[in-house]
């Protein structure tokens, strides 16, 4: 079952523009990923945030993870054609496991 | 880093025939690996948890005669998907915990079943 439900399911925004994707989830989470994919290929890992996290930063991207809500968003700011992409987010939700679930993903679409 | 060697990347099969599918780990040793599969434009859904040594351990709907799964060494887990048809055309991805971000991705296998 999915874990996870993102939104908005696809954005389309100039090069040089931000982008806010959001994830939400259901059950109480150890850490949470967020991944990108280029069209039919695998998984690039972007960050990952810990459950007792508020945010964190990598380069263009930041993550926010609310526990209290359920939910984490992750910004890409100043996007390029190159970011364009799906993102995912996916959540730990047994500690230890490894086990992930993944949401229901964002495409995204910087245009030029 | 660590790393997950996938193959094939992409294979064309007939139908009712089988495809096994490999994952190896490159640098660490893999006591888990993890079975998605991701139609398009769709998310990964978790299929299997294979450990080496025991049987794998198969997520609700999941058939276990279908996707035959093997992690026979610490290096290596396999998926073969048996009697192949269309409706099995999917984009398969193998992961590991590693010990790096707990979680390294094969590159995955596009099957197209025709």
């Known amino acids: 079952s999915q874990q996870g439900e993102e939104d908005p399911q696809a954005l389309s925004i100039q090069e040089g523009e931000n982008a806010t994707m959001n994830c939400s989830y259901k059950?109480?989470?150890?850490?949470l990923q967020w991944y990108r994919q280029n069209s039919g290929r695998g998984l690039v890992h972007l960050i990952l945030?810990?459950?007792?996290?508020r945010e964190k930063h990598s380069g263009r991207l930041r993550v926010t993870l609310d526990t209290s809500k359920k939910s984490s968003s992750l910004l890409i700011t100043a996007s390029r054609a190159a970011d364009t992409a799906s993102y995912f987010c996916?959540?730990?939700?047994?500690?230890?496991?490894?086990?992930?679930?993944f949401g229901t993903g964002t495409r995204l679409k910087v245009l030029a | 880093g660590a790393v997950v060697s996938q193959h094939p990347s992409w294979v064309i099969c007939k139908s009712g025939t089988s495809v096994k599918i490999e994952c190896r780990s490159l640098?660490?040793?893999?006591?888990?690996m993890f079975w998605y599969r991701q139609f398009p434009k769709q998310s990964l859904m978790l299929m299997a948890t294979?450990?080496?040594?025991?049987?794998?351990?198969?997520e609700q709907g999941v058939e276990k005669d279908k996707f035959l799964i093997n992690h026979a060494s610490l290096t290596l887990s396999t998926l073969t998907v048996t009697s192949a048809h269309p409706e099995d055309s999917s984009f398969y991805i193998c992961?590991?915990?590693?010990?790096?971000?707990?979680?390294?991705f094969g590159s995955g296998t596009r099957l197209t079943v025709v």
């Open positions: 640098d660490f040793q893999a006591t888990t």
């Open positions: 996916a959540t730990e939700i047994t500690s230890g496991t490894y086990k992930y679930i």
């Open positions: 294979s450990n080496e040594g025991s049987k794998a351990t198969y």
């Open positions: 992961s590991a915990p590693d010990s790096d971000y707990g979680y390294t």
């Open positions: 945030i810990r459950s007792n996290e």
């Open positions: 059950t109480s989470i150890n850490n």
